[in-house]
């Protein structure tokens, strides 16, 4: 059943901030110029408590990472110097990254290798590994590696795959890898369309032989995907401009129960796939997300079915007309927590209805509300968010995309932010210094680990040291 605007409105008018602060009881919502501010040097704050974050960052004598004091880290792969258990090396431009549980305490993480085009087009592409290919004529995919103390393998998980950006873990163990990309057979030297979302299975090779796109999900250029674990809905992300993109739910048919490499076995047409459309508490609909313009905004949400998920002649977000779906620019990473999803939306500039540097939603499908919890004006200390998880300590973790310099940064449940690390690897010159985005943060099962890459050249690291639970700020 729809939630329809009278009673959405009727339910904001009765219970007030109670729907403000539904799903992850505020976590995040505050006046945007407190996410402006950072908390550096970890002084203590107003009532003599102590402060956010783990204080300033450090130079790193090697030029890769600036972080906390006590803090330190480890290369687990680097594009062209590590190499697989088959003697290629690692591919480059990591990106999206889930970390699972593996044997004997090993950790195993599926990093996404966004890697777009031609094979030709890349130094390092995903190797062709036999079984394991989609089309022997796209560069990207997906490894597997396995971290222990002593000892990192890395092995090949999907191939001739194109653009894998973000995806999202499963609640079965799995990770499913989302192609940033429209691409047909016969463009761009494709020799099959893409598009698509795949499975991949960290712990059993033989279950990702003979890769299928899984075309329930749609084709469209996929950024990132959460599965509700009480709903069985699947929640998709769409990066894409002209017109901006949008936001997707999956329903599964009736009588599915998922489960390692079941999505598979459905037909390409099965469940329902649709986008949302948002309106506010005065019933009025909201045509982009960028204009809310207040942390704290609630949106209702009803869903609109997609008319032909595989695109076959129109681009999924070009079959809805003006008015019928709400839309948003640089959808990027998702992350499921307290009971519903946390959802980015990088930035918006002349193609929006109002610019800004990046918004953190929370979409609490019980409530069906979309909340704003994460507003970065322009100009402030961290702009261009990215990847994000959701934190053992408390709060987010957020990847920054976003000009200049480049940080892994923390939002506490009270809304301040403060740096976690810096990219210190300049691929520019010293006049003019270029830094790499951050990618795939993540923590290890344990919360042990901070897991994050810095896409180019494509190096994944695992930080460590003296974590501890964030004030609420």
Known sequence: MSLTRRDFARSTAVTGAGVVLAGSVGALATAPQALAATDLDGAQDAHGHPGIGYGPLHPDPDGLLALPAGFSYRVVTYSGRTRLESGEPTPSNHDGTAAFAGPRGAVLLVNNHELKGPRANWEHPVPLAEGLVYDPAASGGCTVVEVRRD???????????????????????TWLTCEETEDRAGQNGMTKDHGYVFEVDPADRRANRAPKPLKVLGRYAHEA????????????TEDASGPNGLFYRWTPPEGFHHGRGRLRSLADDAGVLQAFRCFDSGGRFVDDLSRATRTGTVYGVDWVDV???????????KQFTDGQVTR?????????????????SSYAREESPVQHDGQVWFYDPRRRTLTLKVLL?????????????????????????????????????????????????????????????????????????????????????????????????
């Not at 948003?328 to 980015?344: C, Q, T």
């Open 151 to 173: 000892h990192v393998a890395e092995w090949v998980g999907i191939a001739g795959t194109s653009t894998n950006c973000a995806g999202g873990n499963t609640p079965w163990g």
């Open 225 to 236: 995907v959460v599965a509700d674990p009480k709903r069985g809905h699947l929640l998709l």
């Open 307 to 317: 008319p032909d998920r595989d695109a076959a002649t129109v681009p999924v977000r």
């Open 328 to 344: 948003a620019r640089k959808l990027e990473g998702m992350w499921w927590g307290d009971g519903g999803v946390y959802v980015v």
């Open 377 to 473: 004006g322009t100009g402030g200390a961290f702009d261009g968010p990215d990847n994000i998880t959701v934190s053992p300590y408390g709060g987010l973790v957020i990847a920054e995309d976003g000009e200049g310099a480049q940080h892994l940064f923390g939002a506490t449940d009270g809304g301040r932010t403060y740096p976690i690390a810096r990219n210190e690897l300049n691929l520019g010159t010293e006049s003019a210094p270029v830094y790499s985005e951050f990618t795939g943060v993540t923590f290890s099962p344990d919360g042990h680990s901070l897991f994050a890459n810095i896409q180019e050249p494509g190096i994944m690291l695992a930080i460590t040291g003296p974590w501890k639970r964030q004030r609420r700020g």
